[in-house]
């Protein structure tokens, strides 16, 4: 059993606008079933899209560069050190504001449906 997963040797699904999201610890690279856990890396000017999790709880935690979060209760800005809870069916989006990429951290639990294992029957 693999324990753990080297961020650089796992390829970045990219996205548009320009950012690439690797999914790091999940069914599929570790066995974990109860959480998927990945990294995302906005491009300067770009953002994470206005999107919500129906059953799923997400955290965040922001890595480096300069953001602002934006869901139907307002506007926050965000920076390093930061973690961000979104609970489920809350829409929110991520934008980058800063002058550098924006990498954070994120956790599902559950994890996204396309985060486990494909089984056929």
């Known amino acids: 059993m693999n324990y753990v997963v080297d961020s650089s040797m796992v390829k970045g699904v990219k996205k548009i606008p320009s950012r690439t999201s ?6 599929i690279s570790v066995g ?5 856990m990945g990294q995302n890396v906005t ?3 770009s953002q994470i899209p206005e999107h919500m999790h129906e059953i799923s709880e ?3 935690y922001i890595v480096s560069g300069q953001g602002r979060l934006i869901t139907d209760e307002g506007e926050q800005e965000l920076g390093p050190g930061m973690a961000i809870y979104m609970p ?6 991520i934008i980058n504001t800063g002058n550098e990429e924006l990498k954070l ?3 599902y639990c559950p994890p996204l449906p396309h985060h486990k294992k494909v ?3």
Do not use: D, I
């Open 43 to 45: 491009a300067v000017g």
């Open 105 to 107: 951290v994120w956790v």
């Open 22 to 27: 690797k999914l790091l610890l999940s069914e």
């Open 32 to 36: 974990a079933q109860g959480f998927s």
């Open 88 to 93: 489920p069916g809350v829409k929110h989006s």
């Open 58 to 60: 997400e955290g965040m």
């Open 119 to 121: 089984t056929t029957k």
